[in-house]
C-alpha cells in the first residue's frame, strides 16, 4: 500500500506490504559535533511501524531519542490535520496590503499512533545526575 512519509524535510511516497522494511538514514557534521538518525518503516500484517532514531554529539556529550509509532493499514491515508503551503498572495486588511503565505489541506497521511514510551538519553543530564 502506498502512503506519505516525511523525509529529508520533502514529502515522499512510500510502497509496502507486510514483511517489508524500509530503512532511511542521515548523519551530518555540525559546529560542536554531529547529529544523525534512521527512520525505518516496518509492516506486518496488522500495519506499519515506524521507529524514529536520532544522535549526536555536542560539547555536552551523547545525546539520543527513540520513538515507536504504529498505524494500522486501514488508517494509512485517514490523517488530514495537515496543511501545505501553496504560495504567497497579497490580502488586504483595514486597508493595509500585506503578503501572506497561502495553505490548503494537504489529506492522505498516516495516522500515526504512539506504541512505546519514547527513550531519551542525554550523557551531560546523566552526569548531572538528572
Known sequence: MRFKADIN???VTLDMKPN??????????TDE?????????????EGIYRTYYTY??????????ERVDFCPWDELKA??????AIGYADVIEDGVTYHEMQYEPDT?????????????????AQAMGY
Open 20 to 29: 517489508d522494511t524500509i530503512q532511511h538514514s542521515w548523519h551530518e557534521p
Open 9 to 11: 524535510d520533502g514529502e
Open 108 to 124: 492522505g497521511w498516516p495516522n500515526w499512533q504512539q506504541y512505546e514510551s519514547p527513550r531519551h538519553y542525554d550523557q551531560h
Open 79 to 84: 490523517y488530514d490535520g495537515r496543511r501545505k
Open 56 to 65: 549526536g554529539k555536542c560539547c555536552d556529550g551523547c545525546i539520543s531519542s
Open 33 to 45: 559535533g554531529y547529529s544523525g538518525g534512521t527512520v525505518t518503516f516496518e509492516a506486518d500484517d
